[in-house]
């Protein structure tokens, strides 16, 4: 069994920064890409920023400049550094892992508030 973990998600004023974390746990054989996913009421659910076991990133238009995934291999976990941040970055954002033999698991979301 494999659990995801997510934390640092909260509320903080335009223009601020957060960093999201999602450490995953159990048997895990290895891992082939992590990605950070987030979604608004009303809205579907957007990938914001992948990285790979070869440690490629990508990200959304809306991401790119301001958002920074990265993956710590020896803790089995990824990041998400969140600068000048805006409310319409506001959403509950989950992690995605996708591990070789297990497949693809998701955490439980973490909400992300951007307000004055």
């Known amino acids: 069994q494999v659990h995801l973990v997510e934390s640092g998600g909260g509320l903080v004023q335009p223009g601020g920064s957060l960093r999201l974390s999602c450490a995953a746990s159990?048997?895990?054989?290895?891992?082939?890409?992590m990605r950070w996913y987030r979604q608004a009421p009303g809205k579907e659910r957007e990938l914001i920023a992948g990285?790979?076991?070869?440690?490629?990133?990508n990200y959304a238009d809306s991401a790119k400049g301001r958002f920074t995934i990265s993956r710590d291999n020896a803790k089995n976990t990824v990041y998400l550094q969140m600068n000048s941040l805006k409310p319409e970055d506001s959403a509950n954002y989950y992690c995605y892992v996708y591990f070789s033999v297990l497949g693809d698991y998701w955490g439980q979301g973490t909400q992300v508030t951007v307000s004055s």
């Open positions: 990285i790979t076991n070869d440690g490629t990133t």
């Open positions: 159990g048997t895990i054989f290895s891992i082939i890409a």
